[in-house]
């Protein structure tokens, strides 16, 4: 079943024109990366499907609804649920109050405590260090963490923007498997990166956009076997 449609989608900033014409699918149960350079468009495309960014045109379909004009926090209960670029988390407040804060507007206890021990089994340091502020937890355990607050809304999607950035290779490897058990666990990912490798090794399918537009599309496989996606992104000639 698709999860999540996009169709012919504009974006503006201003006069500037940072999405062109996306249109793009994701199935129930995937995996899908979207990887591109610096400046490409990734992350306000990750914007306009959690609701922070408006088209100008196009669609976006969720569970089969139009969800285009559907405000972010709606979207949310929905079920699409974002691990925003650079973390996001709040740093006077202790990561048991962040992860709270992922369950805003939630009521379901019994559920909650469900995916409160989800979390705390993926990220046992989260578990460790629920009195610690946001802010002095390290920046692998604030992706942890910021990770770990997305989940607590029970996604059906959850978005994740660059959850690699700034870490060292150990941790990078560790997150990408923790996003594969996430994923096996049943929550559908889309998932923007800048480190091609393992954003395509990880990945069911896979868009490659460039200034705006979608420029190649495939398995993860396919894509991670292409001469001019190597030469380009994955720094082998
Ligand atoms: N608030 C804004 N106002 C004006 N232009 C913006 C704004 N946010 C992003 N842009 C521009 O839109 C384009 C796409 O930006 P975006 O942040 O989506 O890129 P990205 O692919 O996520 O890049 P990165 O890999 O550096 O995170 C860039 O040219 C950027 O300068
Ligand atoms: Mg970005």
């Not at 306000?44 to 045109?57: A, E, H, Q, V, W």
């Not at 949310?76 to 202790?94: H, K, L, N």
């Not at 046992?124 to 607590?152: C, D, H, N, V, Y």
Request: hydrophobic share 40%; glycine share 12%; aromatic share 6%.
């Amino acid at each position: 079943m698709t999860l999540l449609e996009l169709k012919n989608v504009d974006v503006f900033y201003g006069r500037i024109q940072a999405i062109r014409g996306m249109s793009f699918k994701v199935e129930e149960g995937e995996i899908v990366s979207l990887i591109g350079a610096n400046g490409a468009g990734k992350t306000t495309t990750m914007k306009t499907i959690s609701g922070l960014l408006n088209p100008s045109s196009g669609s976006i379909t969720f569970e089969g609804q139009d969800v285009t004009k559907v405000k972010a926090h709606i979207r949310v209960v929905r079920g699409i649920s974002q691990a925003p670029e650079g973390r996001g988390i709040f740093p006077g407040m202790t990561v048991m109050e962040n992860l709270d804060m992922g369950a805003f507007g939630r009521a379901d206890k019994s559920g909650l405590e469900q995916d409160l021990e989800r979390v705390f089994d993926l990220f046992p340091r989260l578990k460790e260090r629920q009195k610690q502020f946001g802010g002095t937890m390290s920046g692998g355990e604030q992706q942890m963490l910021s990770i770990g607050r997305a989940l607590m809304s029970s996604p059906k999607l959850l978005l994740l923007d660059e959850p690699s950035m700034g870490l060292a290779p150990q941790f990078i490897r560790q997150i990408f498997s923790i996003i594969t058990e996430i994923n096996k666990q049943g929550t559908t990912i889309l998932l923007v990166e800048q480190n091609a490798n393992q954003a395509l090794a990880r990945a069911h399918r896979a868009f490659v956009l460039e200034t705006g537009e979608i420029t190649h599309s495939g398995t993860g496989k396919e894509l991670l076997s292409n001469p001019a996606i190597k030469e380009a992104y994955l720094g082998v000639a």
